[in-house]
């Protein structure tokens, strides 16, 4: 980690655009430690494991047919910092195309690298796991090869740090990414909707205006993504996980400030709103109707609950 080289990458950003893209990614390579990917025999035996009993556990108990992604890695966490710069650069090519030429530009360019690669650093620094449908890629969503990621050091990391055993801890991460998993594998559509509603709402904002609709709409899918994934998650996992949760719901409301602020400035309390908000909504359906009545929200779009019923699950019951 050299703190100097990520400070002078950022300050000598340079280019025509509003972010020097290959700085951010140095800058915050250079401000985070890649961490150990010398994994033994067992502990990469131990990832195929938990991924291949994760999908076949969902499979029979959601009673979703998915494949896994082709593109399954165990990465450092610069390796996960190169693979999310695409995607930072994907959602803010509109607002870059958009927005107005800048009174000092290099000025301009150097706030926003820095800020962008200290966004990249902090999640790059606590990511544990990634399920990424690559949304606004150049390739039709049919077309897209998905991608899980494990991001090692960190999974270490955390295990020691909230004190479980690290296979453990290892295999319920596994167990919650695979989930999403099955539910963009039980819902080809899933695709296109959140990324057009993603694109209406950057494109507004580089227009200088803000399309609620569009991103109300994308909260409520992700809500209903996020806790669908955690109801799946925790029912299929093959052992005990109150400790984990308690422990690693401490750990999403912990940090020193900085890392809280940072959280906050990355949205990650609305992510940690969505994961409860959803998983609620989720166990009351799936005690009503089981997990396979939980599981017809994947069938077409319309079956996805509204923002109102994520709150009342009896009227998505009496409508779908």
């Known amino acids: ?29 250079a401000s985070t430690d890649a961490g150990r990917l010398d994994l033994t025999d067992a502990e990469r035996a131990g990832y195929a494991a938990d991924v291949r009993d994760a999908r076949d556990r969902l499979r029979s108990l959601g009673g979703v047919a998915f494949d896994l992604p082709n593109t399954v890695e165990i990465q450092n966490r610069h390796h996960w910092i190169d693979a999310n710069v695409d995607t930072f650069r994907r959602v803010m090519a509109p607002v870059e195309r958009e927005a107005p030429n800048a009174i000092f530009p290099g000025i301009t360019r150097v706030v926003n690298t820095g800020t962008l690669s200290f966004m990249l650093a902090f999640l790059g620094r606590n990511v544990l796991g990634q399920y990424d449908p690559l949304l606004l890629a150049e390739a039709a969503p049919g077309d897209r090869d998905h991608a899980l990621y494990f991001v090692h050091p960190n999974i270490s990391a955390v295990a020691e740090t909230l004190d479980v055993e690290e296979a453990r801890f290892r295999r319920w ?10 539910e963009f594998g039980a819902a080809p559509w899933l695709s296109d909707h959140l990324e057009t509603r993603l694109e209406r709402g950057v494109d507004a904002l580089a227009t200088g205006e803000l399309d609620r ?34 422990k690693l719901d401490a750990r999403r409301q912990g940090g020193g400030p900085v890392a809280r602020l940072a959280r906050r400035l990355l949205g990650l309390g609305l992510k940690r709103r969505q994961y409860e908000r959803g998983a609620a909504f989720f166990r009351t359906v799936a005690d009503e109707r089981g997990l396979e009545g939980a599981s017809a929200v994947w069938e077409r779009p319309e079956n996805l609950p509204t923002d109102a019923e994520l709150d009342h699950p009896e009227r998505w019951l009496a409508r779908v």
């Open 1 to 29: 980690m050299n703190l100097f080289r990520s400070v002078r990458t950022v300050t000598n950003a340079s280019g025509d655009g509003h972010v020097d893209w290959p700085a951010v990614a140095e800058a915050a390579k």
């Open 173 to 182: 991460i596994a167990f919650h990414e695979v989930s999403h998993a099955a």
């Open 213 to 246: 609709k569009a991103f109300a709409e994308l909260d409520t899918a992700m809500t209903a993504v996020e806790g669908y994934a955690e109801l799946l998650m925790d029912r299929a996992f093959d052992d005990d996980y109150a400790d984990l949760r308690a």
